[in-house]
């Protein structure tokens, strides 16, 4: 157990740069509660018995599951259904959502638990997906049900909650005293590691203390940690703390063990808050073996953070921009061989990844009119060029509406635009950025997509334009196509060093790289390799924008309260 634990240390590298608030928190939940108007009247002697059937779709498989059902409503058209579902929320991730309607037959009582869906009537369905609902005002969508053709089936309205211990972060500090003495010359440098547990009974690590270095008796520094990542918001579930002796080579030395709950934490600073530190391994070896050592709880608070969605809840719009290289080595596009070549039967690169995450991004902007840039290019008719031109050509209305009309707008300036250089990423920095900065209340947040096939020629105004950025309502992503050195963009993307300008470093880290060479899988599945892509490139896009909304005290608008029909109380469909 011992040598396990300290290979898991190892595999971490160093006890500093373990950072809990990446891939270690479980998903936002998020609550769904279903009503419908006017839907089709399928009984000949009173009004249909509506059902609501959730199905969501695999990424992988494109196959629609059965998720849950909410009860059954007697003798209504207009249902308001008590029993909720529960999903994960990812905002990187496209989640399809399909929800159909049926008519149960009442002289069955017992039928919605087990029917088969097939055989009753059928009122109408909504295909839609979970960031079309969190998305809309007030994260309440409503919509025309479809499904039977030549008919009208009404509507479905769709409300959005998240749920509230998604929201909670716990702040503590520890101190221990009398831990045994690992070091042959010196006093012990201890550190603790938290542990979370699974339902299947295993261990994933949530949290690690700094070292103190020297001492048998360290007092850790405060630290915050969300509550989901403790304990997926089950209070009582396990925590397991485990304290090393740190070495320089990495092999840390177990100094021992306890369990607590958050719970137990949530009591604060009491007698139930010490904890004896014990060595199973000693304990069985010696027989007066009393402990080694003991923790206690120094303090405990616990508050409430606001949440990405509650920003979107409350009316934040996400605009979505989107600058395409068109410099020369990009090679001439009725060539089969360069990157912007127009395959009748498949789309390419660029459009491939401005499709996977614009279609993403396009359920947080209400009016889905997107701005579309190039660069690098010649425009005509003088042939001037130019690293900010609209590709609709409009230089007073850049804008192109939804995805499909981005798409358009690209293969148009194909055919007027000629490919040249160099490559500057500074103008359309710059160009979103003066939108960015207009208006810096909370309500509108830019992301800037590049697609960009290579090396840039303006390293350092480009840096300066970051640096500028990063004080703004914004994010950037870039995804390099072709095969081209990209290591420019991965000093950009500021994951291992904070990027600077003039000795000054950007205040946030606001940009995101990826070359798309590395999702391109040789069984030729797009399908799933761009949803891979877009995973990668938005997953960070939450985080930077709460930084920038909490470094500017910007608290979200109050959503107003969901709808509850009088006397109703809330079930849940959870899988």
């Not at 979103?432 to 900065?437: E, N, Q």
């Amino acid at each position: 157990m011992e040598g396990d634990v300290i290979d898991k240390l190892e595999d971490m590298a160093s006890v500093y740069d373990f950072d809990p608030i990446t891939g270690n928190i479980p998903a936002t939940k998020v609550e769904i509660t279903v009503s419908c108007r006017k839907l089709l009247d399928k009984d000949t002697f009173s009004k249909s018995d509506p059902l609501c059937v959730l199905y969501t779709q695999g990424v992988e498989t494109k196959q629609w599951r059965e998720f849950g059902r909410t009860e059954t409503i007697d003798n209504t058209l207009n249902p308001d259904f008590v029993r909720k579902y529960i999903l994960d929320y990812f905002f990187e991730e496209k989640q399809n959502l399909r929800f159909d309607l049926y008519d149960m037959d009442s002289k069955s009582p017992d039928l919605s638990k087990h029917v088969i869906i097939e055989l009753v009537d059928f009122l109408g369905q909504l295909f839609c997906t979970l960031g079309e609902i969190v998305g809309s005002p007030a994260s309440r969508l409503e919509k025309p049900l479809g499904g039977i053709q030549g008919k009208k089936c009404g509507s479905i309205i769709l409300s959005a909650e998240e749920l509230s211990n998604c929201r909670d972060s716990g702040t503590m500090q520890f101190c221990a005293n009398k831990l045994d003495k690992k070091d042959f010359f010196g006093k012990s440098d201890p550190f603790m590691v938290f542990y979370r547990s699974n339902e299947d009974g295993t261990f994933t690590i949530c949290h690690k203390t700094e070292v103190v270095k020297n001492t048998l008796n360290p007092v850790w520094q405060p630290f915050t940690i969300p509550v989901r990542a403790l304990c997926n918001g089950d209070y009582d579930r396990t925590i397991k703390v485990e304290v090393y002796d740190w070495d320089r080579d990495g092999s840390h030395d177990f100094i021992g063990d306890y369990t607590t709950s958050y719970r137990e934490l949530a009591r604060g600073q009491s007698q139930f808050n010490v904890y004896e530190v014990i060595n199973t391994k000693k304990k069985m070896k010696k027989k007066k073996y009393a402990n080694s050592g003991t923790v206690t709880l120094l303090s405990f608070s616990v508050e409430s953070e606001f949440t990405f969605l509650d920003y979107i809840k409350g009316g934040t719009q996400i605009n979505f921009t989107v600058a395409i290289d068109f410099t020369a080595s990009n090679g001439n596009p009725s060539q089969s061989t360069s990157l912007h070549y127009m395959n009748p039967y498949q789309l390419n690169a660029y459009a491939m990844a401005l499709k996977a995450v614009g279609e993403i991004i396009q359920d947080y902007d209400s009016d889905k009119m997107f701005p579309a840039l190039g660069f690098g290019a010649k425009l005509p008719p003088d042939g001037r060029v130019s690293h900010e031109f609209p590709l609709n050509g409009n230089m007073e209305n850049p804008y192109c509406n939804g995805i499909e009309g981005i798409l358009e707008a690209y293969h148009q300036s194909l055919k007027t635009v000629q490919l040249y250089g160099p490559t500057n990423f500074a103008p359309v920095v710059n160009h979103v950025a003066g939108y960015a900065a207009a208006v810096q209340d909370g309500s509108q947040y830019h992301v800037l997509l590049i697609i960009t096939d290579g090396v840039i020629s303006d390293m350092a105004q480009t840096k300066e334009a970051i640096v500028n950025a990063a004080k703004l309502p914004m994010s950037i992503i870039i995804v390099g196509v072709g095969q081209a050195e990209f290591d420019a963009m991965v000093e950009l993307d500021g994951d291992d060093i904070r990027i600077s300008s003039r000795g000054k470093p950007a205040e946030r880290d606001i940009v995101q790289f990826v070359p798309f060479r590395d999702y391109m899988d040789r069984t030729g599945n797009h399908v799933l390799s761009m949803a891979r892509l877009a995973k990668d490139v938005l997953a960070e896009i939450p985080d930077q924008f709460i930084s920038y909304m909490k470094s500017r005290g910007i608290k979200p608008n109050p959503a107003p309260p969901p709808y509850t029909p009088p006397g109703h109380t809330h079930h849940h469909t959870q899988i």
